[in-house]
């Protein structure tokens, strides 16, 4: 009886093993796609902030063309 215990008490042992791998891979899993999902975005905001630089940087440049145009016709 006692050695039937143990058996079945090594079961359980090695069930809520496997349920922990299981929640764990789950884990990983949903790691990866919430990681991926982050790298998406990121491409994203990258690209709309070098757009913004861009569209900042020709607006300054004629502004600056424009201050020169004013002061050397004055």
Do not use: C, H, P
């Amino acid at each position: 009886m006692f050695i039937k215990w143990i058996y079945r008490v090594e079961e359980l042992f090695k069930e809520a093993g496997m349920k922990q791998e299981n929640e764990i891979q789950e884990l990983k899993d949903r790691l990866n796609a919430v990681e991926q999902q982050l790298e998406v975005s990121s491409k994203g905001s990258k690209l709309l902030r070098t757009v913004f630089i861009i569209i900042l940087v020709i607006f300054l440049l004629f502004t600056l063309i424009g201050i020169i145009q004013f002061v050397s016709s004055g």
